[in-house]
């Protein structure tokens, strides 16, 4: 069966440390994986995807990704979080031989103390 | 900012009113989505257009009509709601895999 895991309901992490939302996934043939995130009474941003190529993703706002093949994993990670980062980041991977439909983790709700 | 727009951002409606929402995008996406999100949960697809056709119906109720009327247009029309369809509806439009998600309109159904 084809999931994707979002281990953590919250995660709280002061201003300025590095940050890290855990993401994990199963799914038939090559994943493409994303991050989308939202904030408050908002609609899903776009963050950043992988679908092939360096294992290292870049994406918006300073957000990164690592592709781990081995352990199905596609944490995203920040280096100096901003308060600005609170909000409601949601994993997901594209269904096994479908363009349109998305498997979502349950998100992870990431709070940026001062 | 989105470039996707949706409207209205918010409604509310009694169980025998008939209502739409309105979704356009000027990206020149050929795919167009509805989705339903309740409260601090992960979207759930309802339906997918694509070059104006229907494409997925994922098992959604008839009282929720989609219409494509053209490639920048999205509509779902809304009829005998129950009070449990109360969430936040969101378009979204992709190209290249990652969708482009309008701000939601919020729907209660009294």
């Known amino acids: 069966a084809q999931s994707v895991a979002q281990p953590e309901d919250q995660v709280n992490v002061a201003e300025g440390n590095p940050l890290t939302v855990k993401c994990t996934y199963s799914?038939?043939?090559?994943?493409?994986l994303f991050w989308y995130v939202q904030y408050p009474n908002r609609g899903l941003q776009f963050l950043l995807k992988y679908i092939t190529g360096d294992n290292l993703v870049k994406g918006s706002y300073g957000f990164e990704a690592e592709f781990n093949k081995s352990q199905t994993s596609f944490h995203l990670k920040k280096p100096s979080a901003l308060v600005s980062d609170s909000a409601l980041y949601f994993c997901a991977v594209r269904a096994h031989r479908s363009n349109y439909q998305l498997i979502w983790g349950a998100g992870t709700k990431l709070i940026i103390k001062p | 900012d989105t470039e996707v727009t949706q409207t209205p951002k918010h409604l509310v409606m009694g169980m025998t009113n008939k209502k739409s929402l309105k979704c356009e995008q000027h990206m020149g996406h050929r795919a167009m989505y509805w989705y339903k999100q309740k409260a601090k949960k992960p979207p759930e697809l309802m339906f997918v257009y694509s070059y104006e056709k229907l494409s997925i119906n994922e098992s959604v109720p008839s009282r929720f009509s989609p219409e494509c009327p053209n490639s920048s247009l999205l509509n779902l029309h809304l009829h005998a709601l129950q009070p449990e369809d109360s969430a936040l509806y969101l378009c979204?439009?992709?190209?290249?895999?990652?969708?482009?998600f309008g701000e939601g309109s919020r729907l209660t159904v009294l």
């Open positions: 799914v038939s043939g090559n994943p493409y």
């Open positions: 979204a439009s992709s190209q290249d895999g990652e969708l482009f």
